[in-house]
């Protein structure tokens, strides 16, 4: 089945010590998105891809990065996690014209 | 600015009582719409979706929502919920051009008590 996956599922990193998590695609979806979803709040948008085109919003920290080297495959930097930073991290496709997002099953960050 | 706003936080409801979540979104433009349900340690997977046409959708599971655009609602029904229905119910909205993002609510987290 075309889906969206993330690796791992869990991830424990020591404050400050820089970690990537992963996301791959089987459904060619030019658009690609990370959020940082914390324990009862609504998943917030930390940047997308548009194709290559990199899109940051505007309130996500600078220790956030992200890759795309090709359609299928995105990561999230995060340099020097801090304390804060623990939170489950979603990743998301859409096929442009189509609107409709999928998701992946999230990777939980523990920071400690 | 848009926002999406779900004033339901925490629901709790018998087996078979009936469902409905609220979902209120301000943008004056054209939008889409969406809800997305996450069960306990498991994935945000799409309940339903409005892009045009009738505003009454049906989805899957047995939800179905209403797109009032007087009111700027996206209401969640359930005629009869199960047990399995509990999990966190998550309203979304788009524009329809440009951006290709979406601003979710709050979430409205369901109990279902068997």
């Known amino acids: 089945d075309a889906m969206v996956i993330q690796n791992p599922r869990y991830q424990v990193t020591q404050f400050g010590k820089p970690v990537t998590l992963s996301c791959s695609q089987t459904l060619n979806h030019n658009v690609m998105y990370w959020y940082q979803q914390k324990s009862s709040q609504a998943p917030k948008l930390l940047f997308h891809?548009?194709?290559?085109?990199?899109?940051n919003e505007a309130d996500t920290p600078d220790n956030f990065q992200s890759r795309r080297p090709n359609t299928s495959f995105c990561f999230l930097d995060i340099r020097s996690p801090g304390l804060g930073d623990a939170a489950m991290y979603l990743c998301?496709?859409?096929?442009?014209?189509?609107?409709?997002?999928?998701f992946g099953p999230g990777t939980r960050l523990t920071v400690l | 600015a848009q926002s999406v706003s779900q004033h339901n936080h925490h629901v709790i409801l018998s087996e078979a009582a009936s469902l409905e979540l609220g979902c209120n979104y301000s943008y004056g433009g054209t939008v889409n719409l969406f809800w997305y349900v996450q069960y306990p340690g498991q994935h945000l997977q799409l309940l339903l979706k409005y892009f045009s046409g009738d505003p009454l959708v049906k989805g899957i599971k047995g939800f179905e929502a209403e797109f009032i655009k007087s009111k700027f609602s996206f209401n969640l029904r359930k005629p009869s919920v199960q047990w399995s229905d509990t999990a966190e119910y998550f309203c979304?909205?788009?524009?329809?051009?440009?951006?290709?993002?979406?601003?979710f609510g709050t979430g409205t987290r369901l109990k279902v008590l068997a």
């Open positions: 891809y548009y194709d290559k085109d990199f899109n």
């Open positions: 998301a496709t859409s096929d442009r014209g189509r609107f409709t997002q999928y």
């Open positions: 979304a909205v788009s524009t329809t051009s440009g951006t290709y993002k979406y601003i």
